[in-house]
């Protein structure tokens, strides 16, 4: 039982995916120019091969793999603070490019990044032995929650999403709470700064920042938290 899966992702350079790798804390084990481009990065057990063609849009790439891990929070925290300290902020959007961490509903909690090849890397940990799909919450906001995340992140659907949170919002007969109302105006800010309707943006990033929390409410909350700064950081610039 000595096996072990390295995937082996394309890129149109090599250069620019080495950097990104570098910035999270990986190391060039390898790299080769010729008479074909390729390279390794190691960071702990992950280990990641690169090799380069210029017939490859990194755009339109729809390489991916997935990394199991026992400290999901741990490797996103230090990813996100290498790409801090060598970008000078954390991309979120575009090549290369970092996602939300989140729990999934089906047992696991992870975030995507994405480096300048357009290889998808999926890092994960197992919260639960049952990784299939849980039916979507039956609670109202919830539910509008499920859904609108999932269009949001997994179909790229901003405009979609933005509906389902503004009909939820508008109901007259039930609330939120204060949680959740965080978690969906952090939502609604993040898709209409997609959208380019800042004004949206603006109000709901206000609201959001408005929300009285318990520090037992923010630790609920702490990813919602993490993904405010992402947005406001983005508004800024």
């Known amino acids: 039982m000595g096996e072990k899966t390295i995937p082996i992702l394309p890129c149109r350079t090599l250069q620019p995916v080495l950097d990104f790798y570098t910035a999270l804390g990986f190391e060039v084990t390898f790299q080769q120019r010729s008479p074909n481009p390729y390279a390794v990065v190691e960071r702990g057990g992950i280990e990641l091969q690169f090799f380069g063609t210029k017939r490859y849009e990194p755009a339109e790439s729809m390489s ?8 999901v929070d741990g490797l996103y925290e230090a990813f996100r603070a290498g790409l801090k300290a060598v970008y000078g902020r954390i991309p979120t959007r575009g090549l290369p490019r970092i996602g939300a961490l989140k729990d999934m509903p089906y047992g ?22 049952d990784l299939h799909h849980r039916p979507a919450p039956e609670e ?19 405009a979609a999403a933005a509906k389902v ?52 409410e923010r630790e609920a909350a702490r990813d919602a938290l993490l993904r405010l700064e992402d947005v406001r950081d983005r508004a800024r610039r």
């Open 165 to 216: 949170v503004d009909r939820v919002l508008s109901l007259a007969d039930e609330s939120p709470t204060r949680v959740q109302l965080l978690q969906l105006l952090v939502l609604r800010a993040d898709v209409a700064e997609r959208l380019g309707d800042e004004e949206t943006a603006a109000s709901a990033l206000a609201r959001a920042a408005a929300v009285p929390l318990t520090p037992e």
């Open 64 to 71: 991916t793999c997935y990394v199991l891990t026992e400290d």
């Open 140 to 158: 109202t906001f919830a539910k509008a929650l499920h859904h609108a995340s999932l269009l949001a992140d997994s179909k790229e659907d901003p």
């Open 108 to 129: 696991v909690r992870q975030f995507l990044m994405t480096d300048p090849g357009g290889n998808c890397v999926r890092v994960g940990q197992r919260t639960s032995e």
